[in-house]
């Protein structure tokens, strides 16, 4: 009974439409259980000393409530700026191949993003990528596929390549090439 | 989820009629027309058929769509070889 007179009353204090929403007498009732001390229900002389506990009250609810509503921006934006930092594409430098038999003529740049579930890592000039679940995985792949699709394509003839390999090839010979055996740094070309 | 499973890329590669040459971690893909190789690439070896290669499509000189296509059997060899003509790949 006296959690329905409160609301009536908080209703008719505060016109604000969403406050009254929130002013269920089931609320209101936790609010009082929650949010006054023991010395202050104890004080609560209904009507007359009322008004002032209930501007109280009133005046926690709304702090209550704004801190909820800030909860819930914050977790959106944390949210938000995860997925954010997922999507943008980040930039790798590539300085070695070690412990593959190559070696970085040229240290190169490849870029990591993060596309339909997973990493795709790719060195645009060599037209080459990788994939991977974690950006170090799909890196990884990239680094195997580049020195496998080199000593492929120096299998092949110059004269065999279509304009698209010819071009991987004349950029992955400018960037990387394999040492004549493991221990060395003699070129291959 | 991947657009360009392996088992896609696979699909893709035989109805390109691709050579396969197989390394270390990776099964190269090789496209040849009129006796010159005008593109590939690698799939990698012992991943799941799930496993996405989205990266396919910008080797072989399409998009994603067309990639699904040549794959899904709407888009021939023959239309591919077009593609590639026009973007001045052959």
Known sequence: MLDDRLHH???????????????????????????LERRERVALRWPDEGFLLIDALAERWQELVRIEALEAEVKLLKERFATLEQLTPILVPVETFAPEPYEIIKPFQVVVKFYEDQYVAS??????????????????????????????LNEIEEDKLGPGPRQQKAVLREFLARRENGSNNKRVS | MAVITKELAEKIARKLKATFISKKEHDFAQIYHEGKLIAFFGIRRGSQKDEGHDFIPSQIFVSTRQAKLLGQCPLLREDWIQILKAKGKI
């Open chain 1, 123 to 152: 060195f645009f000039d060599a037209n080459l990528s990788a994939s991977g679940g974690t950006q170090e995985e799909a890196v990884f792949n990239l680094k195997d596929m580049l020195i496998e699709a080199f000593d492929m």
């Open chain 1, 9 to 35: 009353l908080i209703s008719n204090r505060f016109s604000d439409e969403r406050m009254n929403s929130w002013l269920s007498p089931k609320k209101c009732a936790v609010a009082i259980g929650h949010g």
